[in-house]
């Protein structure tokens, strides 16, 4: 019999979806029925998703300053409240858990209006928009990189990291295995949804600056937007290399654990899973992230000696060809940041959620929780 439904809320993009995911997994196996709430651009991500249903509410983003498009937003947004207060009546969930995004304002504005236990995760170092709305209504707030002092809402803020999901855990248990000279080196590339288009025009140049003898050994797997996907696969064939082009991997997880190197965008997600694995990285924060969460979030697994950070306007093809034609000849120092980053790695932080979210939905305050797990 289960012990009651937790409807989770989460924008629809991977940063977010992701630790829904992971959160879910973990409840569901605590005896809890699970309902995700989202937006259409989720689809991809939620077929593995563990939940009894999926439902969609309707909401908007408001970033216009347009009288007109701020009014149809906020209807927009007042009809996802009223949609979301239906739903949350029908299901009764214990709890409302949102994970950012603005599909997750109609889905926990009802649940607070109505008195139900609601609660945050926020995955970046920096709190987004849609969670700083929402901050002063939930009960608590669960941190990927938020600290539990010095803000305005560290009084609620748990440091419980971000929870990665099962692949990721899995793939952890592999070690990482330095490439040596003259063997084949794996390189993984990808931006998330908005920003591999840099990586697109980018790499394939850097990739042709190299020697025949590095460029040989290369075995590239890269994530491409659709639009880029000709042009990128022209030049793969023009250099003769061994590579994987897609927009999206199902099977990212084994692709990060084979990598000898990562070069990619440093979203939370993108952030935390890299640590739990322990690979090193060269981090690009995408520069135009509204709150510039994504430069914090890298200055984190900087900070530990896991990563390499370098913003977008001094990394050019030439850096990039040096930096691979260096480190592939320098398997120890490869070696000494994957150690780094695995230190770094949180991969207890779903077990750590899934506590947070049974105390605040049995009715317990932060400080409490806090208190049972000194």
């Given at each position: 019999?289960?012990?009651?439904?937790?409807?989770?809320?989460?924008?629809?993009?991977?940063?977010?979806?992701?630790?829904?995911?992971?959160?879910?997994?973990?409840?569901?196996?605590?005896?809890?029925?699970?309902?995700?709430?989202?937006?259409?651009?989720?689809?991809?991500?939620?077929?593995?998703?563990?939940?009894?249903?999926?439902?969609?509410?309707?909401?908007?983003?408001?970033?216009?300053?347009?009288?007109?498009?701020?009014?149809?937003?906020?209807?927009?947004?007042?009809?996802?409240?009223?949609?979301?207060?239906?739903?949350?009546?029908?299901?009764?969930?214990?709890?409302?858990?949102?994970?950012?995004?603005?599909?997750?304002?109609?889905?926990?504005?009802?649940?607070?209006?109505?008195?139900?236990?609601?609660?945050?995760?926020?995955?970046?170092?920096?709190?987004?928009?849609?969670?700083?709305?929402?901050?002063?209504?939930?009960?608590?707030?669960?941190?990927?990189?938020?600290?539990?002092?010095?803000?305005?809402?560290?009084?609620?803020?748990?440091?419980?990291?971000?929870?990665?999901?099962?692949?990721?855990?899995?793939?952890?248990?592999?070690?990482?295995?330095?490439?040596?000279?003259?063997?084949?080196?794996?390189?993984?590339?990808?931006?998330?949804?908005?920003?591999?288009?840099?990586?697109?025009?980018?790499?394939?140049?850097?990739?042709?600056?190299?020697?025949?003898?590095?460029?040989?050994?290369?075995?590239?797997?890269?994530?491409?937007?659709?639009?880029?996907?000709?042009?990128?696969?022209?030049?793969?064939?023009?250099?003769?290399?061994?590579?994987?082009?897609?927009?999206?991997?199902?099977?990212?997880?084994?692709?990060?654990?084979?990598?000898?190197?990562?070069?990619?965008?440093?979203?939370?997600?993108?952030?935390?899973?890299?640590?739990?694995?322990?690979?090193?990285?060269?981090?690009?924060?995408?520069?135009?992230?509204?709150?510039?969460?994504?430069?914090?979030?890298?200055?984190?697994?900087?900070?530990?000696?896991?990563?390499?950070?370098?913003?977008?306007?001094?990394?050019?093809?030439?850096?990039?060809?040096?930096?691979?034609?260096?480190?592939?000849n320098d398997p120890e120092k490869l070696s000494h940041m994957a150690a780094a980053a695995k230190l770094a790695g949180k991969p207890d932080a779903a077990n750590l959620l899934a506590d947070m979210v049974e105390a605040i939905a049995a009715g317990k305050t932060v400080s409490e929780f806090k208190r049972t797990r000194a």
């Amino acid at each position: 019999m289960s012990k009651g439904i937790v409807l989770l809320a989460a924008g629809g993009t991977g940063g977010h979806v992701f630790p829904a995911e992971a959160l879910a997994f973990k409840l569901k196996e605590r005896g809890y029925s699970v309902h995700l709430v989202t937006d259409s651009r989720a689809e991809r991500f939620a077929g593995k998703f563990p939940a009894e249903e999926i439902h969609v509410v309707p909401s908007a983003t408001i970033g216009s300053k347009n009288p007109v498009a701020v009014a149809r937003s906020l209807w927009t947004l007042w009809s996802g409240m009223r949609a979301a207060k239906k739903l949350i009546q029908r299901l009764k969930p214990v709890i409302v858990v949102g994970f950012g995004g603005y599909p997750t304002v109609p889905p926990l504005l009802a649940a607070t209006r109505l008195g139900i236990a609601s609660m945050l995760h926020e995955q970046n170092a920096v709190m987004g928009r849609a969670n700083k709305a929402l901050a002063p209504r939930v009960k608590a707030i669960a941190g990927g990189f938020l600290q539990e002092s010095g803000d305005v809402f560290s009084d609620k803020t748990v440091a419980t990291g971000n929870p990665v999901r099962p692949a990721i855990l899995a793939a952890a248990e592999q070690p990482y295995h330095p490439s040596h000279p003259g063997e084949p080196f794996n390189l993984v590339v990808f931006g998330g949804s908005q920003g591999a288009q840099y990586f697109s025009k980018a790499m394939p140049t850097a990739i042709s600056l190299l020697d025949d003898e590095l460029r040989a050994r290369l075995r590239v797997t890269q994530q491409v937007r659709p639009e880029d996907m000709e042009m990128v696969r022209g030049c793969v064939a023009q250099l003769q290399m061994g590579a994987d082009i897609a927009p999206f991997f199902n099977d990212m997880a084994e692709r990060l654990a084979k990598a000898h190197l990562v070069i990619c965008r440093s979203g939370a997600s993108t952030v935390s899973e890299i640590s739990v694995i322990g690979r090193p990285a060269v981090l690009v924060p995408y520069p135009h992230a509204l709150d510039h969460d994504q430069a914090a979030n890298a200055a984190a697994l900087a900070a530990t000696g896991g990563a390499k950070v370098i913003v977008q306007s001094e990394l050019s093809p030439e850096r990039i060809a040096s930096i691979l034609s260096h480190v592939m000849n320098d398997p120890e120092k490869l070696s000494h940041m994957a150690a780094a980053a695995k230190l770094a790695g949180k991969p207890d932080a779903a077990n750590l959620l899934a506590d947070m979210v049974e105390a605040i939905a049995a009715g317990k305050t932060v400080s409490e929780f806090k208190r049972t797990r000194a």
